[in-house]
């Protein structure tokens, strides 16, 4: 049976626009600020923290083998949509009231367990809807190609938007004067400029799972009124194995290289995000460039801007420098990144250094997901991406949960600003990232050298 002809008017395009936004929002609102606020409720960097963020990347493992395999082929798809995020809106919703006391263990250990558990149930939901929204995309766009990337680009603008209510959510507004008395540009300057610290911003930062949580039970019921999608059609027993059939091409060694350079650099990602946020935030949190908390986030935020405009150029990068050399580039960004973070962390560096996130992302995951869409056969290729994406985020962003747990432990130092706290020595810890980037790039460079033809793969 044919389709039935879903024309890309304008009603459409916002739907599916607004779908991404949402889609977007939901995870930018909690996913970097939370590498600050949780780790500061006292739950154990050994394993306790490593479950809590690595509960993300089960999600990842589950949206590879539940909604490839099982959930496109049984339910439609909006109204997957509209469940996952009812599930996990008020899973996520819940860890707003979940706020252990740090310095009574007791308690620290008998909260972790919910909070875990709301923290997980919130990711096997969320996670799987990040394909299935590109899915509901493809299904109803008469011309995919040319008009999902004008759509997608509404998801990192969501992403980046997620970060501005905590602009005012954490002001100190306390400091700032009745706009009666000083008028309104100088109430809007002191209010931007005055941020919550101590127990004050950890009460509000917990507004996390509060944005996060409202955001996604709207979208669970804006996804009742987008275009229904139904489930697809069971295709060969084959297909449920595909998988396998793409695993088998990593003895390919070009293939191989990519595999593990993609694990060390998803690795490096989370390690970004893992240390960054309170690495730019106040001194007297245990942060070390002293930017005021209230305006971290949309510092972070530069390198999403910076992604939309790089993916722009990346046609021409690929087509000028080739695969390998693209991808090197994309490597390096982290390590300069990081560099700059070691060695020079005064704040217009800190600040200006994120615009590097747009070639860290661009000239390498997104080169990857072509260059998988390239390289591999037709009919194992969702399935090939499946397992990049697994590596992307998933088995990488675990272990750099885990190693970061431990390097916590090895170098903790006194606040020098409040003496009777510890904090991160960072510069020790970024010199990890940066070498770990510096490998990746070194593999790429002596080891990663593809066929110019992808039939050598195809042929496999």
Known sequence: MDPPVRPADGLLRFKLSTMMFLQFFIWGAWFELGFDYIPKLGFQDTWQLPLIFGAFNIGALVALFFSTQFADRHFAAEKFLAFSHLVGGVAILGLFFIRPNPNDPQEVNLLFWPFFGLMLVHSIFYVPTISITNSIAFA???????????????????????SWPFIFLLVDWSRVPPMTEVGFFQWLGTALGSSLVGENSMAMKRCIFLVAGVASLLLAAFSLCLPHTPPKPAATAADALAWLKAMRHLKKPFIAVLFLVTFIDAAVHQSFFYWTFTFLGPKVDGGWVDIPANWVGPVMKIGQIAEILTMFILGYALKSLGWRWTMILGVLGHAARFAVFTYYPEPWAAITVNVLHGICYAFFFATVYIFVDEFFPKDVR??????FN????????????????YLRQVYVMSNP????????????VFQYS?????????????????PKQASAVESA
Request: aromatic share 8%; glycine share 10%; with cysteine.
């Open 382 to 387: 969702a399935s090939a991406q499946g397992l």
């Open 434 to 450: 940066m070498g770990a980037a510096l490998v990746a790039a070194l593999l790429l460079a002596l080891l990663f050298h593809p």
């Open 140 to 162: 109803n766009l008469q011309d995919p190609q040319r008009q999902f990337g004008p759509i997608r680009v509404w998801g990192t603008i969501g992403w980046i938007a997620a």
């Open 390 to 405: 697994v590596l992307i985020l998933g088995v990488g962003p675990f272990a750099a949960n885990v190693l970061c747990g």
């Open 417 to 428: 600003v409040v003496p009777d706290k510890t904090m991160v020595n960072y510069p020790a």
